[in-house]
């Protein structure tokens, strides 16, 4: 397998402080919290460089102590900030988790408005200058969500990246506390002729001649033929070097089994099915991409890329917080071939 050495890789998006109480409790009845950092892209770069790619993070903060704690705790991981921004304006975006115990769900409720991420004004940035020095940009769905500022990074930064020659990937990440459905659809489908690796295949818009979105009415639990189906009409249309999804089934609020779909190649690949207890799902999505990213990196048969994309997701439920701190590609490849006896 390829050496990941030579590989710089950077992700952009709004940092997070995340509040949750302990214990499996309820905002209402808490008298604490534990604080802890994260985000969907600062998880993909906090899991790359625990495995050894070489990873930098672009966002901004408020130039305050939480801001300050939050870059921190990016580099205890391995992350290199110094793209990052300290703002005197805004505040730090917040996020409040309830974790779901049995049949109780998880919750999540944002508290990010006017933050200093949002607010920024990014068009004022040389994107060309920041990309230069590296091979590959991941983005995600979630900040073209929170303002227009933002959703001028993400435009401004796809179009530097190609011509810069980077590889690409985009995290589709629909969250609907922050945007609806069709704007998403509409926004993120703009982006798409800039991407090589895209992760999800919602929101998009998709339609066939009559107008309607082919996606429409899939199944949650598509067949390897449907799934086969969009996959080949996604690269049809766009010519993705790879496309990846995860399929969750939820048989309570602590135990979920996964598997996923890729297509890449030229094929459609299917992944084992994993079932697991969880202790924190939150990042799961993220690991799910990380690890594929890295198997892409690593230029590991198709197979295994898909397998060791679930098993990174998988191994990111067993850990509190919103990274996953796995720091060996030897665990996630004994999870991946489902090898559960104790190491010595």
Same mark, same amino acid.
């Given at each position: 397998?390829?050496?990941?050495?030579?590989?710089?890789?950077?992700?952009?998006?709004?940092?997070?402080?995340?509040?949750?109480?302990?214990?499996?409790?309820?905002?209402?009845?808490?008298?604490?919290?534990?604080?802890?950092?994260?985000?969907?892209?600062?998880?993909?770069?906090?899991?790359?460089?625990?495995?050894?790619? $070489?990873?930098?993070?672009?966002?901004?903060?408020?130039?305050?102590?939480?801001?300050?704690?939050?870059?921190?705790?990016?580099?205890?991981? $391995?992350?290199?900030?110094?793209?990052?921004?300290?703002?005197?304006?805004?505040?730090?975006?917040?996020?409040?988790?309830?974790?779901?115990?049995?049949?109780?769900?998880?919750?999540?409720?944002?508290?990010?408005?006017?933050?200093?991420?949002?607010?920024? $004004?990014?068009?004022?940035?040389?994107?060309?200058?920041?990309?230069?020095?590296?091979?590959?940009?991941?983005?995600?769905?979630?900040?073209?969500?929170?303002?227009?500022?933002?959703?001028?990074?993400?435009?401004?930064?796809?179009?530097?990246?190609?011509?810069?020659?980077?590889?690409?990937?985009?995290?589709?990440?629909?969250?609907?506390?922050?945007?609806?459905?069709?704007?998403?659809?509409?926004?993120?489908?703009?982006?798409?002729?800039?991407?090589?690796?895209?992760?999800?295949?919602?929101?998009?818009?998709?339609?066939?001649?009559?107008?309607?979105?082919?996606?429409?009415?899939?199944?949650?639990?598509?067949?390897?033929?449907?799934?086969?189906?969009?996959?080949?009409?996604?690269?049809?249309?766009?010519?993705?070097?790879?496309?990846?999804?995860?399929?969750?089934?939820?048989?309570?609020?602590?135990?979920?089994?996964?598997?996923?779909?890729?297509?890449?190649?030229?094929?459609?690949?299917?992944?084992?099915?994993?079932?697991?207890?969880?202790? $924190?799902?939150?990042?799961?999505?993220?690991?799910?991409?990380?690890?594929?990213?890295?198997?892409?990196?690593?230029?590991?048969?198709?197979?295994?890329?898909?397998?060791?994309?679930?098993?990174?997701?998988?191994?990111?439920?067993?850990?509190?917080?919103?990274?996953?701190?796995?720091?060996?590609?030897?665990?996630?490849?004994?999870?991946?071939?489902?090898?559960?006896?104790?190491?010595?």
């Amino acid at each position: 397998m390829a050496s990941v050495k030579d590989i710089r890789f950077i992700t952009m998006g709004e940092l997070l402080l995340r509040l949750s109480p302990p214990n499996y409790e309820k905002i209402r009845t808490t008298d604490e919290f534990k604080v802890t950092y994260g985000g969907a892209e600062a998880n993909v770069a906090a899991s790359l460089s625990n495995l050894g790619v $070489d990873s930098s993070y672009f966002t901004v903060v408020p130039d305050s102590s939480i801001g300050k704690a939050a870059i921190r705790y990016l580099r205890s991981n $391995d992350v290199h900030c110094s793209p990052c921004i300290y703002s005197d304006k805004g505040r730090m975006g917040i996020y409040f988790l309830e974790e779901g115990f049995g049949v109780r769900s998880s919750k999540v409720t944002y508290d990010r408005k006017d933050s200093s991420f949002a607010t920024y $004004d990014f068009s004022k940035l040389d994107f060309k200058a920041i990309l230069e020095k590296f091979t590959w940009l991941h983005l995600s769905g979630i900040t073209p969500a929170l303002s227009k500022n933002c959703r001028v990074l993400i435009t401004n930064a796809l179009k530097a990246a190609k011509e810069l020659g980077l590889t690409v990937s985009f995290d589709c990440n629909f969250r609907s506390a922050l945007w609806g459905w069709q704007e998403a659809r509409d926004c993120i489908t703009e982006y798409l002729p800039y991407v090589d690796v895209l992760f999800g295949i919602e929101p998009i818009n998709l339609r066939d001649e009559s107008g309607k979105d082919i996606k429409d009415g899939l199944s949650m639990n598509p067949t390897y033929k449907e799934q086969d189906r969009i996959f080949r009409e996604l690269h049809k249309r766009y010519n993705f070097k790879a496309i990846g999804r995860h399929v969750r089934y939820v048989h309570s609020g602590s135990e979920n089994s996964l598997k996923a779909f890729m297509w890449y190649d030229g094929e459609t690949y299917e992944s084992r099915t994993f079932r697991f207890n969880i202790l $924190d799902r939150v990042g799961g999505g993220d690991a799910f991409a990380s690890g594929m990213i890295y198997a892409i990196m690593r230029q590991m048969p198709p197979d295994d890329i898909v397998n060791f994309a679930v098993a990174s997701s998988v191994i990111k439920h067993t850990m509190h917080g919103d990274f996953n701190i796995t720091d060996d590609e030897s665990s996630i490849m004994k999870l991946m071939n489902q090898e559960y006896e104790i190491r010595r």
